[in-house]
């Protein structure tokens, strides 16, 4: 079984800074694709960004430039910097996780969230 914990969420004023933080642990062979989504309150579940396991990343429009997503392949970590926060990227913030347990089953995981409120 895998599981995702994720910390680093908490309140922060318009412009500024956060770094969120989420760790996999488990029966894990491979993870091929890991990153992070987010869901506002009355809106579906959107991309952010995410790490590709042959080194990309894929960021939403909204982010772009603002947002940084690091990956620790050995210690199956990811993380994600928030710069220049605006009060529209207040949400809960999903950690997700695709690949390969130990066993050769595959897995896709999501994490219990972490929120994020930007407001002053």
């Known amino acids: 079984q895998v599981q995702l914990v994720e910390s680093g969420g908490g309140l922060v004023q318009p412009g500024g800074s956060r770094r969120l933080s989420c760790a996999a642990s488990?029966?894990?062979?491979?993870?091929?694709?890991m990153g992070w989504y987010r869901q506002a309150p009355g809106k579906q579940r959107e991309l952010v960004a995410t790490?590709?396991?042959?080194?990309?990343?894929n960021y939403a429009d909204a982010v772009k430039g603002r947002f940084t997503i690091f990956r620790d392949g050995a210690k199956n970590s990811v993380w994600l910097q928030m710069d220049s926060l605006k009060p529209e990227d207040t949400a809960v913030y999903l950690c997700?996780?695709?690949?390969?347990?130990?066993?050769?089953?595959?897995?896709?995981?999501w994490g219990q969230g972490t929120q994020v409120t930007v407001s002053s």
């Open positions: 790490t590709i396991g042959g080194g990309g990343t």
């Open positions: 488990g029966s894990i062979f491979s993870i091929a694709n």
């Open positions: 997700n996780a695709v690949g390969y347990t130990a066993l050769s089953s595959p897995f896709d995981v």
